[in-house]
């Protein structure tokens, strides 16, 4: 079992200029204990967990620590009096947030998880996929993945029970251990010798073959859709965010800077942004094609990244270009937007 089998797809995220009082109303709606903090571009560049925005002086900070869990229990009302000290705190994620930020990749089987989230005391980490954040993962979910063996399910609100993860790490090695060393089970008809003392024919027919290929084909059928769900929801949660999301100073200065590195390696284009060519107006057949109106259907973030680039960079000899990545069902799915500075 991998990371992507038993993660929470449908992440909550925050941006590093994100006030901490709507953080920390966030936390309590949600029932939630952490967010990641993704960039206008999507990218992971911290997490912010309840700890962190306890303040760090000592003295306030035993003063309010039972007002926070209070406030972050399940169920309870956000008093006037703690909303009213929210509204003094100026600080945002940016200033809280820490970082690095533990990963696991998204094909990491589930002992490989259970050991990051030991070996550097945390509670859960976000999964990635080809650089991007696709879930998260918790103790709660390799519990629950034990516990249903291997039914991954989203967790219920307000999950703040302590999980013994290292338990659930040796309890996991132990179980692969002895499916690795288990015969095959032994058909029904195997089971039980005949009363000649030789042992009895398993019962065969073809039709009972068809049906375990009917079953497996409807199982298989089932994950399909299911998987098929999952990223319709992701995807139209990401063109959503990214409609909406502004270009930060930050996040252009990010994309300069991995530019310059990719120049330094010897590349002639970087690719800037990857979005879902829904953010296109018809869906990415004009840069498809390629048609060269293509800047006209860009809608959101892929659009204000255009403007700068006219802006600020076409001035100074650079271009940029516009692809299909890649192609699911035969059909435009993401597009790219690359820097150039080739001859």
């Given at each position: 079992m991998k990371a992507a089998d038993i993660m929470t797809r449908t992440v909550i995220t925050v941006t590093p200029d994100t006030p901490v009082r709507?953080?920390?109303?966030?936390?309590?709606?949600?029932?939630?204990?952490?967010?990641?903090?993704?960039?206008?571009?999507?990218?992971?560049?911290?997490?912010?967990?309840e700890g962190d925005l306890i303040p760090r002086d000592e003295s306030d900070r035993q003063a309010r620590r039972d007002w926070w869990l209070r406030?972050?229990?399940?169920?309870?009302?956000?008093?006037?009096?703690?909303?009213?000290?929210?509204?003094?705190?100026?600080?945002?994620?940016?200033?809280?947030?820490?970082?690095?930020?533990?990963?696991?990749?998204?094909?990491?089987?589930?002992?490989?998880?259970?050991?990051?989230?030991?070996?550097?005391h945390i509670k859960r980490a976000p999964v990635v996929r080809e650089g991007r954040m696709v879930g998260i993962v918790s103790r709660a979910d390799l519990v629950r993945a034990i516990a249903g063996n291997g039914q991954a399910a989203e967790p219920p609100p307000a999950e703040r029970q302590p999980d013994p993860i290292q338990a659930a790490a040796e309890h996991l090695s132990a179980l692969q251990a002895r499916l690795k060393d288990k015969p095959p089970t032994p058909m029904a008809a195997d089971a039980a010798p005949a009363a000649s003392g030789s042992p009895a024919a398993p019962a065969l027919s073809a039709a009972g073959f068809r049906g375990l290929v009917e079953r497996h084909e409807k199982d298989e059928s089932a994950l399909r859709s299911d998987v098929h769900r999952h990223a319709e929801e992701k995807r139209h949660h990401e063109v959503s965010e990214m409609l909406a999301a502004a270009l930060t100073d930050a996040a252009w200065n990010r994309m300069m800077h991995e530019a310059q590195i990719a120049a330094g390696k010897g590349e002639t284009e970087h690719l800037l942004l990857r979005f879902p060519c829904e953010l296109c107006s018809d869906h990415g057949r004009a840069v498809n094609v390629p048609d060269p109106e293509w800047p006209a259907t860009l809608r959101g973030l892929p659009a204000r990244v255009f403007l700068r680039w006219k802006d600020e960079l076409r001035p100074q000899g650079f271009g940029l270009t516009a692809r299909i990545v890649d192609f699911p069902g035969g059909l435009p799915g993401d597009v790219g937007l690359f820097l150039t500075w080739g001859k």
């Open positions: 709507a953080i920390a109303k966030l936390l309590h709606q949600k029932g939630i204990s952490a967010v990641p903090v993704v960039d206008a571009a999507g990218a992971l560049v911290g997490m912010v967990s406030m972050l229990a399940e169920g309870e009302e956000l008093s006037a009096a703690f909303v009213a000290d929210l509204e003094k705190d100026l600080r945002t994620a940016g200033d809280v947030m820490h970082q690095p930020v533990t990963t696991v990749p998204d094909d990491a089987d589930i002992v490989a998880v259970a050991g990051v989230l030991a070996e550097n």
